[in-house]
Each structure stands twice: as structure tokens, then as C-alpha cells.
């Protein structure tokens, strides 16, 4: 079990759950870091006594010192801060659910600090997944996922060491609130329809993006990345219960699989505790009453966005962060009432598009077309 946490995005929804799990375990927080939410940061740094309490903005911290002037908490705010939480010495362990390309800089600071990393932040690996893995060989850092899905495959995986025995991993998928809808009517919903999962409790980005499906594009990065197998290797289910999170295929044809209630503390927990099991305030589930469990194929031709982030995927290179940089940016535009439901795709497929292409990026590269796709993002929604 972990001994101390910084938790990066601590106001958000898997920032809130994870110091949910944080605050029935022996362990203590050194830093906790926001976006503009001053008045939870607040109440988390009362509960919580970090040494370090980090905001996205200067007029962020500036209010925050105020409300927390009475404590001995340093206040920092933007990249630097960012950084700073990521790598205190005292924190062994650095839950990243930061969203979007703001998680990546942290993130491999915190791997070369040998920390152990509880990533939420799946965009880390999409954008820079084959840097960030070969920093966390190189440094030694273990990367436990909180994403249920991905959570759920480490733990079919626990106890193999052989990869060559693994034909494939399933990722499960709800489908969205649009599942079974086509195209025409999918040009129509609002982002009240939108940001109604089925199942789930999220933040707006990735509630969004669950229902164009990119989501789960997203996720089949990360498995790819994570575990070193190739677009071939890794496969998608719509399962609409969300009980079976995810799943491994064997060669010799056994499929391992994680049930559970669908409740993110049960993976948080265990990025916190692994290799120990705990009792979890995550309700048992009861086989005799979740109902029936279907899977069937995810619908491309009507969720392209599924199709695009895998075709990227399969590019590697400067199409992923450039594809991730434009969803974001899409994303944010549809939130903001600017575009359709279905514009997202559009200007995402337009942006990844439009940036050059780079095999085996730097880190200056990956960031340089994340820039680039969020401008391209911009102008085509300008003259749409």
C-alpha cells in the first residue's frame, strides 16, 4: 500500500472519488491541484492538509492563499506547479486525473521521480505513449491504470508474464446514450442528450466523449500502449450493463474477465493498494440481479470517431496527439454550444488532416501538433 498521494485534477470527479478512497486508508496526501474550483480546493486542503495545494491560474491561487491563509499550505498555480505536485518527495504514489494534454509534462516528471503513477490521465499514453513508456523502463516507475477498463485487463493479466500468450484484449463499452441511433439522428442531439451516460457519473469531456465513442478510440491507445500489443491485438465490445469492465483473450482460448459494480473507486483503490486486496465501500455485486450481460459489435459507420482514433492508433506518430489535441478542442466547442454533436468527427478527421505527419515524435513534436490540431480545430469551425 501507498504511504503518501498527490492527487493532480483533485476537484474533478476521479479527484473526488479518489480522496473518497483516500480518506478510509492510512494514507496521507501531499498534494492536491485544481483548475478554478477555489472553494473545494478549500475544503480539501481543511480535510486533507496537503503541504502543497496547486490551481490553474494565478487569480486561482491568489484566491485560494485567502481562504487558506489560516494554514501552513504552500499555494502554487500552472505547469510549474503542476510539476511541483507531481514530484514531492514525500508522495510515493501520483494519481494523475487531470484532463486532456495538461497530464503529460507532470506525468513524466513523476516517472522520473520513481514515483508510482495511478493514471486516469489516458491521454498521457495516447499523445506520448511509446516515450512514456520507455521513460517508466528506464526509471523504474510503475504505472497501475484507473481506468476501469484498462484496470480491469491489468488485473485479468495479474500472475502473466509472458505476453506471447495473450491473443487479444477486449475492451468493453457501454455504448453511450446513443447507442442504436444513426447517422441522420445523431445530427440533432444536444449536449443535455449528450452528457446523459447510461452508467456511469463523469465530467463533461469524457461523458462527451463516450458518447461519439472517441472514448473507447482513446482507450484502445492506451491498451496498445500499456501493454505493448498492436491495433490487432486489442479489440472493442459494446456491453451495455457495464458489469463485465473488461477482458483477455488466452491462446489456448480461455477469456479472464473483471466484473464489478460499475463505481471507479473500486479501480482507484486498487492503484492505491496493489499488490493488497481491501474491503471497498464499492456495493458487492449480486449476480442474481444485475440482469442479463449482452456484447455486440460497436456501430463504426454511425460512431466514426471509434474508427478514426483506432486508424490513428495504427498510424502512430504525430496523428495521435494531433487527433487528441482536436477532440479536446472539439469537445470544448460543442460544450460551448458553437457546434453539432456530429461536427466533432468532422473537425477532428479535418484537423488530423491538416497537421504533418511525424514518425517517432519528440516531445517537442507531439506538443507542436497538438498545438497545430487545436488551431486547425479553430479555423475550420470558423468557416463551417
Known amino acids: 500500500m501507498m504511504n503518501c498521494v498527490s492527487v493532480l485534477g483533485s476537484t474533478g470527479s476521479i479527484g473526488r472519488q479518489s480522496l473518497d478512497i483516500i480518506s478510509r486508508l492510512p494514507i496521507r496526501v501531499a498534494a492536491l491541484t485544481a483548475g478554478t474550483s477555489v472553494e473545494l480546493m478549500a475544503q480539501q486542503c481543511r480535510e486533507f492538509r496537503p503541504a502543497l495545494a496547486v490551481m490553474a491560474t494565478e487569480e486561482a ?6 481562504q487558506i491563509s489560516d494554514l501552513p499550505i504552500r499555494v502554487m498555480w500552472g505547469e510549474d506547479g ?30 522520473r521521480a520513481k514515483k508510482r503513477i495511478g493514471l486516469a490521465n489516458k491521454e ?38 509472458n505476453r506471447s500468450e495473450v491473443k487479444k484484449l477486449i475492451l468493453t463499452c457501454s455504448g453511450g446514450p446513443f447507442y442504436g441511433m444513426e447517422r441522420e439522428q445523431l445530427k440533432s442531439v ?14 463533461a469531456k469524457i461523458t462527451i466523449d463516450c458518447a461519439t465513442l472517441m472514448n473507447k478510440g482513446l482507450e484502445v491507445i492506451e491498451a496498445m500502449r500499456l501493454y505493448r500489443m498492436p491495433l490487432e491485438k486489442v479489440d472493442v465490445l459494446v456491453h451495455r450493463q457495464s458489469i463485465v469492465h473488461s477482458m483477455v483473450e488466452y491462446v489456448d482460448g480461455a477469456v479472464m474477465a473483471q466484473l464489478g459494480a460499475p463505481d471507479m473507486r473500486l479501480p ?20 442474481t440481479t444485475c440482469g442479463a450481460l449482452t456484447f455486440t459489435k460497436p456501430d463504426l459507420e454511425n460512431f466514426p470517431c471509434l474508427a478514426l482514433a483506432m486508424d490513428c492508433g495504427k498510424r502512430g506518430g504525430t496523428a495521435c496527439p494531433a487527433m487528441n489535441g482536436a477532440n479536446e478542442e472539439a469537445v470544448a466547442l460543442f460544450l460551448d454550444d458553437k457546434i453539432g ?9 479535418g484537423a488530423v488532416e491538416a ?14 501538433a497538438d498545438r497545430l490540431a487545436r488551431e486547425a480545430v479553430r479555423h475550420l469551425a470558423a468557416i463551417k
Open 190 to 203: 444536444t449536449k443535455s442528450d449528450a452528457l446523459k451516460h447510461p452508467n456511469w457519473k463523469m465530467g
Open 268 to 287: 482507484i483503490q486498487l492503484a492505491l493498494t496493489y499488490p493488497e486486496r481491501l474491503e471497498c465501500p464499492v456495493d458487492a455485486l449480486d449476480l
Open 61 to 66: 491561487a491568489d484566491a485560494l492563499s485567502q
Open 124 to 161: 498521457t499514453l495516447v499523445c506520448a505513449g511509446e516515450l512514456v513508456m520507455a521513460e517508466a523502463e528506464a526509471y523504474g516507475a510503475e504505472i497501475i491504470p484507473v481506468d476501469s477498463e484498462h484496470s480491469a485487463i491489468f488485473q485479468c493479466l495479474m500472475g502473466n508474464s
Open 82 to 111: 503542476l510539476v511541483e505536485a507531481a514530484t514531492i518527495p514525500e508522495a510515493d504514489c501520483v494519481i494523475t486525473a487531470v484532463v486532456g494534454m495538461v497530464g503529460l509534462k507532470p506525468t513524466l516528471a513523476a516517472i
Open 355 to 368: 497537421v504533418p505527419f511525424r514518425d517517432n515524435p519528440t516531445l517537442e513534436e507531439i506538443l507542436e
Open 341 to 349: 454533436f456530429y461536427d466533432i468527427y468532422e473537425l477532428v478527421a
